[in-house]
């Protein structure tokens, strides 16, 4: 999803689901010396083993390490420095939220921001931006990569590391090597004045995140797993938190925290 920190939404997380079950038969292409930021291709791979010989569940950093290996190859790049991946729980997503939407911008530019979207018709009279914003990335925010601090985070609703926190490093890792390659900062992602320019280059960030996700999925998950990525996508508490955003405001802005611009 964005790029401040980036923020990834289950909804997109069965989007590239879909991107990855149409190119299961599909050749993958040559790959490109001196990678630029660009749309990854897929490349092969060997299916990761699920648990330990004795059937335990394989440690967390295992996982990702192998997952790291996966998406350099697939993206051709590597990392400048290590992000170790911060597995957080909902009650830590939302205090990471509410934190990051507060140094966005002062209450004053927030009142602002409200009265215009009220004027245009886009937010219901007396409703708060910062709770319809938080409430909303609160239930669909899977993970983010923060260019600014150098984070990357995977939000754990289960206690163990299932597809959907696999899936969602794959993605935050790729901006994490984008950020450390071409400097994400540097786009202007979250520019206040250019906003058509600023979501192209986003589409990008996201696109090519995206790209190298799916590749990942296509080599790495089985059908299994695959439906238990769709089946999070349409889980009650994901589909509420949209449901509950007013019918004509436009998404919340992700406050680069994916794509939250964030980058998720």
């Known amino acids: 999803m964005l790029t401040r920190p980036a923020v990834r939404s289950v909804t997109a997380l069965a989007l590239a689901v879909g991107v990855a079950l149409a190119g299961c038969d599909a050749t993958a292409p040559s790959q490109t010396p001196n990678p630029t930021l660009r749309p990854a291709p897929e490349t092969p791979g060997a299916t990761r083993p699920p648990a330990t010989p004795n059937g335990a569940p394989r440690p967390p950093a295992e996982v990702y390490a192998e997952i790291r290996t996966a998406v350099e190859a ?72 923060s260019p600014d601090k150098d984070e990357l985070f995977v939000v754990n609703r289960t206690g163990t590391i299932g597809p959907v926190d696999e899936a969602t490093y794959a993605h935050e890792f790729t901006h994490q090597l984008q950020d450390q390659h071409f400097d994400l900062d540097k786009l202007g992602l979250s520019a206040t004045d250019q906003s058509d320019r600023s ?62 611009v964030g980058i998720g």
């Open 199 to 260: 979501l192209g280059r986003l589409a990008l960030v996201e696109g090519d995140a995206t790209s190298a996700q799916s590749s990942w999925m296509t080599t790495n998950l089985d059908s299994k797993e695959l439906g238990e990525l769709f089946a999070a996508a349409l889980d009650p508490e994901s589909r509420g938190a949209r449901q509950a955003a007013p019918p004509n405001h436009p998404p919340p802005p992700i406050l680069n925290a994916h794509d939250r």
């Open 74 to 145: 697939v993206r051709g790049l590597q990392p400048k420095s290590a992000v170790d991946p911060v597995s957080i729980d909902e009650t830590q997503l939302r205090a990471n939220l509410e934190s990051e939407f507060d140094a966005a911008q002062t209450p004053a530019q927030l009142k602002d921001t409200e009265d215009l979207l009220v004027s245009l018709g886009l937010l219901p009279k007396g409703a708060s931006l910062r709770a319809i914003t938080l409430d909303f990335q609160s239930g669909q925010v899977a993970g983010y990569y």
